[in-house]
């Protein structure tokens, strides 16, 4: 079933709400300079979701009003955060040269490229030894699955600590998590060991 709300239904139950235009690419560059500077996190201008349902507002009006009164300073903090941080990437900017480009691009697709598969297989190497099995790595069509590696019979995605998974492994797959992260001396690796206890012989 298809539902559609007209966008006049919104705006006759919302009120009216201001849309913002921006010059190309401002949005974009914007976005980075608050990510850096996280000038809109929670701490500085609240935790949103719960302030609008908090204000009982119904129309936008009513909540710029509530959001002001209650949050006077938050929007000019936030834009201080982000201006600053717009400061910052304008001289980095300034400093990138046609050089730094090739060396980032050259960086990218040959040196992360390659260290991340083969570092992949270097976990798996050691994973598989810890807990005496065999591995293997993964087929394009169980990459595409969110798989990188197989040891024993068991699916494995390794992933860095700070990954977090922005769509569902396959439901039908039961996928054991190998996580890592860079420590001073080399790569600390995590991982739940009894996944791998109860597993099938290898084939």
Known sequence: MRILIPLSKIEEILGNIPTCEYPKYVSQLLNLANQN????????VGQMSNL???SRSVSYAEWE?????????AIDEAKRKI????????????NITEEIVETWVRDLILYK??????LQE????????????????????????????????????????????????????????ISYKKVRDGYEITFDQTAFEKRPPAS
Request: avoid cysteine; charge should be positive; proline fraction near 3%.
């Open 37 to 44: 500077a996280q000038g809109t996190r929670p701490r500085v």
């Open 52 to 54: 609008v349902r908090e």
């Open 65 to 73: 009003s509530w959001y002001i009164k209650k949050h006077p300073h």
């Open 83 to 94: 201006w600053d941080m717009v400061q910052q990437l304008r001289h980095a900017i300034n």
């Open 113 to 118: 490229t390659f260290f991340g598969i083969r």
């Open 122 to 177: 270097v976990i798996l190497q050691r994973v598989a030894q810890e807990v005496r099995g065999q591995y293997r790595l993964a087929e394009s069509e169980d990459e595409s699955k969110g798989i990188d590696g197989y040891i024993d019979n068991v699916a494995v995605s390794i992933k860095p600590t700070s990954y977090r998974a922005k769509q569902m492994l396959a439901e039908s797959i039961e996928v054991v998590i």
